[in-house]
């Protein structure tokens, strides 16, 4: 079987913006000129950076209201987690279902797996790369949906009015919610995902 090389050791790099394989002695794409580079020196600490604001952030999201309601001159303040409760006790189970996952296990997912693939990718690993390929990639696709309690806000926002003397504000945490969100998609698109089989190269290398 014919040994496995990559695109730098065969004097390429692709484009990360549309994908075009260029020679490695080009600076801009020929396709799109954009600026051409083989590696990300500074993807280690722009995840570290992102991933780090997006803990903070998460922190207060879960600890402050994501929702004022306010109904007949009273105000009643909920978290994520008494949300979470309060609609399975009114049966609404499936929606429930909905907002813990999107707001609790997909966010703390992704915090663990983008801390692993930095953590691991820093040294020579013997794990995988397909396997970490997928994590990656699957941090990176529901990204974008970790803003549905975001979504849910805005929508009772608008819409819901229960009468003249009630009205449903978000709280500080659906700021804190959507800074978190952004910060750890942010830390995704910074990993290099490359660095995964420069390390793999490095494990064979030493083993």
Known sequence: ????????????????TCGNVASIHEERCPRCTHRLSSRDTLSEQKVWAWLIAGLIAYIPANIYPMLLTTQNFRTTESTIIAGV????????????????VASILIPVGKFVVIGYLAI???????????????F??????????SM???????????LVQFDVLASINPGI????????VVFTMLAAQSFDSRQIWDRLEDGAHHG
């Not at 549905?148 to 608008?158: E, G, K, R, S, Y």
């Open 1 to 16: 079987m014919a040994a496995m090389i990559s695109a730098r050791e065969a004097g390429c790099v692709v484009c990360q």
């Open 85 to 100: 409760i309060d609609l399975y006790d009114h049966h609404a189970y499936a929606v429930a279902i909905i907002v813990f």
């Open 173 to 180: 945490a659906a700021v804190c919610f959507a800074l978190s």
């Open 136 to 145: 990656y990639e699957i941090v990176e696709f529901i990204g974008r949906w």
């Open 148 to 158: 549905i309690d975001v979504f849910v806000v805005a929508i009772l926002t608008a």
């Open 120 to 134: 691991l990718t820093r040294s020579a690993h013997r794990t995988d790369p397909h396997r970490l390929l997928r």
